[in-house]
């Protein structure tokens, strides 16, 4: 992989120090709202609002590509992001903060397009999945590594948003300093919802229920832990290791949906993802016991959006398959939008743990919907079943990487 991955070694750089300089930010906010005073539906509100932000972007940046170039539009979306993170240490307002996480989204969202895009032209049909695998390594390292930035704000509460400001900016190196050829972006054309929801029941209603869990877990689930007495370093630890189980199982639990019907691996991933909220919900834990649960947490969470990506594509000719992931791309960014608001709703309602209520009804809705599924349609043959590939839940951009990976001949 090492050596596939470096000639796109700029590209790589960039988003790893792109997700340390932003990945924490959520996390940040949540934080100093809730230290504010701000209630779990206002919180909620502003995370809902970067992934609207996010949506909207995936869908309208590429027109800004198009006149600019990648590199001119990669500058600007990253100087917006850093601008705006340099602004909420100005503006301690929620209505302020709610604006500036939409804009954070649309910038984004311009980042992964223009990065994806750019990742896409240069793999080859002998690399691209180890091209894809570093960019994932290197966009949730990144994101894993930025949570300890939290760290530094407990004397200097304005330090961290200009370390992520900095980070952005160093960002900008790599990719304006690459003598790499600019690409030309690919249209994609989703599929109607409806056409989606015939062709893949399962892969749509998975994809919706899984954004809406992680869209509540990335908005609350900072609020969560200091709501229940933890400090700060354990907020970092503990979101740091959620994305590291994210990591760490997706494969495994891939390599099984290849050998059995991958509607049971799904099934299964929302059922433990349910178990693991439970205890959550209803227990009070040791730090320790409320980290290794956040850690399996992450483990099936994160695996249910590709398993849904994979499970669809074994219904999908290959000619379809680009419109088939855009698809679900954006409704999984559908359900991340609403997911901050259903969780502030059960915090409301039950306290801190009522964040992992939320996730653990809507787990185990999604299990019962897969359990229906498998007597409402015969599965797929193992043999006949497309590769699992771990993607990210990004942009549709992330949809012609993939499924670029899955027509390409064998060798």
Known sequence: MLSSAYPVRALLTAIFVLMAGSGFLSTLIAIRLELAGASAGVIGLVGTSYFGGLMLGSLRVQKVIERTGHIRAFAAFVTIYSASSLTYAIFESSAVWTVLRFIDGLAMAGVFVCLESWLNQQASPKNRSAILAAYMIALYCGQAAGQFLLNLGDEAPDLPFMLSAILLSIALLPVLLTRMDQPVIETVAPFSLRRLYKVSPLGIVGTLVT????????????????????????????????????????YPLGLLSDRFDRRLIVIASFLATF?????????????????????????????????????????????????????????????????????????????????????????????????????????????????????????????????????????
């Open 275 to 411: 178990a693991v909220s439970l205890p959550i919900f209803l227990m009070e834990l040791a730090p320790v016991a409320v980290i290794g649960l956040g850690s399996l947490f992450g483990g099936f969470a994160f695996a249910l959006y590709p398993l849904c990506v994979a499970h669809s594509n074994d219904h999908l000719s290959e000619e379809e398959r680009i419109g088939a992931s855009s698809g679900l791309v954006l409704t999984y960014s559908a359900g991340a939008v609403a997911g901050p608001m259903l969780g502030s709703i059960g915090m409301g309602a039950l306290g801190p743990g009522g964040l992992f209520a939320v996730t653990g009804g809507l787990a185990i809705l999604g299990g019962l919907f897969g359990i229906w599924r498998t007597f409402a349609r015969p599965s797929v043959p193992a043999e006949d079943q497309q590769a699992f590939q771990s993607l990210p839940r990004t942009t549709a951009m992330a949809a012609i990487f993939e499924a670029a990976d899955e027509q390409q001949p064998d060798s």
């Open 211 to 250: 954004g809406a869990i992680l869209g509540a877990f990335y908005a609350l689930g900072a609020v969560y832990i200091q709501r229940i007495g933890m400090g700060l370093s354990q907020v970092a630890l503990f979101t740091s290791c959620v994305i590291a189980g994210g990591v760490a199982l997706q």
